[in-house]
Nanobody
């Protein structure tokens, strides 16, 4: 049984930092592209970042570029999202997801439908 579990969310002041973790079990994590998404109350789910199977390639939504860093440790089956210079508009539920392949070009926003496995999310709240 595949499980994807996020952790590390919390309440932080604007300008602060948080690191989210995502641990996957029941799958060969090396085979999967991993992504982070977020959804704020009353808004649609938004893609945040992706990382390739090896971890050598990453890309980000413009809204977080330069502030967030995605990384992975396949031995630990864990993906991380380091979030710096947080803003109130970063407040959302953050979700980790796994995809075998993307139907979109690398470097362009991926399709949510490509991600087969999703976690339950971890809440990030940034106070002003």
């Amino acid at each position: 049984q595949v499980q994807v579990v996020e952790s590390g969310g919390g309440l932080v002041q604007a300008g602060g930092s948080l690191t989210l973790s995502c641990t996957a079990s029941g799958l060969t994590v090396d085979d999967y592209i991993m992504g982070w998404f977020r959804q704020a109350p009353g808004k649609e789910r938004e893609w945040v970042s992706c990382i390739s199977w090896s971890g050598r390639n990453t890309y980000y939504a413009d809204s977080v570029k330069g502030r967030f860093t995605i990384s992975r440790d396949n031995r630990k089956k864990t993906v991380y999202l380091q979030m710096n210079s947080l803003k109130p508009e970063d407040t959302a539920m953050y979700y980790c997801a796994a995809a075998l392949a993307l139907t979109t070009d690398w470097g362009t926003p991926p399709a949510s439908a490509d991600f087969h496995y999703w976690g339950q999310g971890t809440q990030v709240t940034v106070s002003s």
